[in-house]
């Protein structure tokens, strides 16, 4: 079960939002553990989108952004698999598409071939909250 709570409280320290709001970090914390400890899952700084993920975005992470949950403005193809960013600001004044470049750019030798795709679709994507637990996403 995810910690609603615990997933807010990571965002705002700067976890992205799939792994705040992934069934294997809660399962982790709960056992005292800091991260999940899954080698084969990871983020585009490791030419990922997430594969391990399991969560309330499973199968849509091209909906959210990767970074702070909210809907997506496009999704980024990342080696095959797909991530949601958004063009919101956060408290710094940077948005999330300018954050993943920086972060992306940050060294050298770490490069991920990116193509970014417009997200179709009328409704905005959210998150939602039942019974403690997250109960997937919702199209409003």
């Known amino acids: 079960m995810i910690d609603e709570k615990m997933s807010k409280r990571e965002i705002d320290r700067g976890l992205t939002a799939i792994c705040a709001w992934c069934e294997h970090l809660h399962n982790a914390r709960r056992g005292k553990v800091w991260t999940c400890g899954r080698s084969d899952c990871g983020g585009p700084l490791v030419g990922r989108a997430f594969p391990d993920y399991k969560g309330p975005m499973e199968g849509r992470l091209s909906s959210f952004c ?7 403005d496009a999704a980024v193809e990342i080696n095959g698999g ?3 960013v958004c ?3 956060g408290p710094e004044g940077e948005t999330c598409l300018d954050k993943f470049m920086r972060l ?9 071939k ?11 994507t ?8 997250v ?4 199209q409003t």
Do not use: H
């Not at 959210?126 to 637990?133: A, D, M, Q, R, Y």
């Not at 109960?135 to 919702?138: E, H, I, L, M, Y």
């Open 66 to 72: 990767f970074l702070c949950g909210e809907s997506a």
């Open 87 to 89: 063009n919101r600001k």
């Open 82 to 84: 797909m991530l949601g």
């Open 114 to 124: 990116e193509q970014f795709v417009p997200v179709v679709g009328g409704g905005k």
């Open 126 to 133: 959210e998150l939602s909250s039942v019974g403690g637990g």
């Open 104 to 112: 992306l750019r940050r060294e050298d030798n770490v490069i991920v």
């Open 135 to 138: 109960d997937g996403g919702k």
